[in-house]
């Protein structure tokens, strides 16, 4: 575990959540604003937060959280996380929030299959083509695994995408629409110009209010719930 915050109401949706940020991504979009949490490997001098201290933490606020919203960096990257679901469920009766890039579809449904996952948070960045900005070519085809295996579960989920200027137009919105034809909801979030993993984009603004309403008016003309985080 890279990081805890210890109550979250904006994370999981209608949920209390305590959020745990994993450590590790294998992407490199140039708006993450948690750029300090895509390398695998943390810099010497620095530790990670054992687990025995996650869970000392829960065995007091167990009875003050609905769930534990598992973050990142990448969380499916963590080769132990099916076992550490799987204590967060049983040992202490808590809901789980997954937010993922969607990248690992086999470990994904295996997830999925044990019940391990009660709300997904899915990132879609670009059309599949617009991808290969942040992401190696061979996770393309693993993402687009991911999107139809989660629309064809009965697990609750959002896609979301993060708008930057300059990088996202009406354009690619309606492709994304497109790309998640028959999807349940999807969220479009303003791009926040704070601690990105490229510094020229700290000096970007955000989108106005009335483009990102222009936004949520293409993507629905393809899906049927699409939602404004700003
Ligand atoms: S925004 Fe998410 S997927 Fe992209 S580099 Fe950051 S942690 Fe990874």
């Known amino acids: 575990m890279a990081g805890l915050q210890k109550t979250s109401v904006i994370d999981f949706p209608d949920q209390i959540s305590a959020v745990v940020f994993t450590q590790g991504c294998n992407f490199y979009c140039p708006y993450c604003h948690n750029s300090q949490l895509i390398p695998l490997k943390l810099p010497s001098g620095k530790e990670l937060m054992p687990e025995s201290y996650f869970f000392g933490f829960l065995e007091q606020r167990q ?23 799987f204590k967060i469920k049983n040992d202490y009766n808590l809901l789980i929030k997954l937010d993922t890039n969607g990248s690992s579809s086999s470990k994904l449904q295996k997830l999925m299959e044990a019940d391990l996952i009660d709300y997904l948070a899915v990132d879609l960045k670009f059309s599949w083509p617009n991808y290969k900005q942040l992401a190696p070519a061979g996770l ?21 995408t993060t708008v930057v200027p300059g990088l996202h137009d009406i354009e690619e919105i309606e492709k994304i629409a497109i790309q998640i034809k028959g999807a349940e909801k999807y969220f479009i979030q303003n791009f926040r110009p704070v601690n990105t993993l490229d510094p020229g984009l700290t000096n970007r603004r955000s989108f106005a209010p009335s483009k990102l309403e222009q936004f949520r008016l293409t993507a629905e003309k393809h899906l049927n719930n699409v939602q404004i985080r700003d």
């Open 63 to 85: 009875n003050l959280l609905d769930g534990v919203t598992i973050t990142g960096g990448e969380p499916l990257l963590q080769s132990d996380l099916k076992d550490f679901l």
């Open 140 to 160: 393309i085809s693993e993402i687009k695994r991911s999107v139809e295996l989660i629309i064809n579960s009965d697990v609750d989920y959002e896609f979301r």
